[in-house]
């Protein structure tokens, strides 16, 4: 419900502060549970909460894009509903498209969405002009991850690798796909 919204918010602000919130704490709890049971320093726990928080963040804007650009239908489950939930797209899309777009979005995200409604959003999401900002948050974000060797035990720097390595994989889907997609 987008009502909830302040005036003085931005949609992507929004996003980062309240939607994104559930996925990024779950990714921190995980890390923060793996500081716990491997006995790190109180500033490891602290890098390793942060770690597991943009994380989560990026999971998040990766899981987004895939569902607003590049799922298909079937892939989308069952649509007696074609409702869509705030994303970062979406998010970008109504803080600087046009009022048209931004009408469409809109609609794409009450509960009176069709499926028309979300093929329009969608063609809209793929734009440049939407994709290029997500994609500056998400290198800036990759940037910010960088571990730093003398703070962490090498059993922890090879655990965050392989994380990284498993989203990378995992939701970074097919590379083409976000290409054709104009990613």
């Known amino acids: 419900d987008l009502s909830i919204l302040q005036p003085d918010t931005s949609f992507c602000d929004f996003y980062f502060n309240k939607a994104i919130r559930k996925t990024s704490s779950l990714f921190e709890s995980i890390f923060h549970i793996y500081s716990l049971v491997t006995n790190q320093s109180e500033r490891n726990l602290f890098y390793l909460n942060s770690t597991g928080n943009k994380i989560g963040q990026m999971y998040q804007i990766y899981n987004d894009i895939y569902d607003d650009v590049l799922a298909s239908e079937d892939e989308r489950g069952d649509k007696s509903d074609w409702y869509s939930n705030l994303t970062i797209l979406r998010s970008v899309a109504l803080d600087s498209g046009t009022a048209k777009e931004k009408e469409i979005i809109k609609l794409s995200l009450s509960k009176h969405a069709t499926k028309e409604t979300f093929i329009q959003s969608r063609k809209i999401l793929i734009q440049n002009k939407f994709m290029q900002p997500v994609k500056k948050i ?46």
């Open 138 to 183: 998400l290198e800036e974000m990759a940037a910010d991850l960088d571990i730093n060797q003398h703070l962490l035990d090498e059993s922890t720097i090879y655990t965050i690798n392989n994380f990284k390595n498993w989203l990378a994989q995992s939701k970074f889907w097919n590379q083409n796909e976000l290409v054709e997609a104009g990613y």
